[in-house]
Antibody, heavy 122, light 109 residues
């Protein structure tokens, strides 16, 4: 079955970077994209950005431009999200979700990874 | 940026009752609207895509409707496992960005 499995929880200090992985299985990785969504404690969902696993095209949320980088490794069917210059308000559960191969070809995410808790604390 | 406003924030109903959740967009999103269900400690699950299409494995009691700026998720007869938080989500065409509504918590009355 289609599955996304994410890396484990992280604790980081303010100013540090974090890199979360998302390993896909059960489908042709390069036929889709991956979106990243985060959820602060007790809050709603925030879209962070998207990457096409076909050609590496990316599209980031405006508020994270310059701090976030999304990449893929097609040899291992794994997507990565790196967030730099971490602040306390980056504390959240980070989800990957399968999305479209081209950002205009599909408007929903399915399925989602299990989530990775990133805690930013001094 | 397109803003999605969900109402009500909290909906208190009993099993067997009908639930109607609303999602309003600040400008037209055509039919590029999806609905997700999230239970505590779990990842969101896709229910409805393109405003009215049920995702694979989603029970027929879930239905979506609307287009343009006004959308509705209806649960025809609530089951105990339906009590959760529901989010709507849209994708704008230009610039291509996604946004989520703030969520509606469906709780047991």
């Amino acid at each position: 079955q289609v599955q996304l499995v994410q890396s484990g929880a992280e604790v980081k200090k303010p100013g540090a970077s974090v890199k979360v992985s998302c390993k896909a299985s059960g489908y042709t990785f390069t036929s889709y994209g991956i979106s990243w969504v985060r959820q602060a404690p007790g809050q709603g969902l925030e879209w962070m950005g998207w990457i096409s696993a076909y050609n590496g095209n990316t599209n980031y949320a405006q508020k994270l431009q310059g701090r976030v980088t999304m990449t893929t490794d097609t040899s291992t069917s794994t997507a990565y999200m790196e967030l730099r210059s971490l602040r306390s308000d980056d504390t959240a559960v980070y989800y990957c979700a399968r999305g479209p191969i081209s950002i205009l070809s599909q408007a929903w995410f399915d399925p989602w990874g299990q989530g990775t808790l990133v805690t930013v604390s001094s | 940026e397109i803003v999605l406003t969900q109402s009500p924030a909290t909906l208190s109903l009993s099993p067997g009752e009908r639930a109607t959740l609303s999602c309003r967009a600040s400008q037209s999103v055509s039919s590029y609207l999806a609905w997700y269900q999230q239970k505590p400690g779990q990842a969101p699950r896709l229910l409805i895509y393109d405003a009215s299409n049920r995702a694979t494995g989603i029970p027929a009691r879930f239905s979506g409707s609307g287009s343009g700026t006004d959308f509705t998720l209806t649960i025809s007869s609530l089951e105990p496992e339906d009590f959760a938080v529901y989010y709507c989500q849209q994708r704008s065409n230009w610039p291509p960005k996604y946004t989520f509504g703030q969520g509606t918590k469906l709780e047991i009355k």
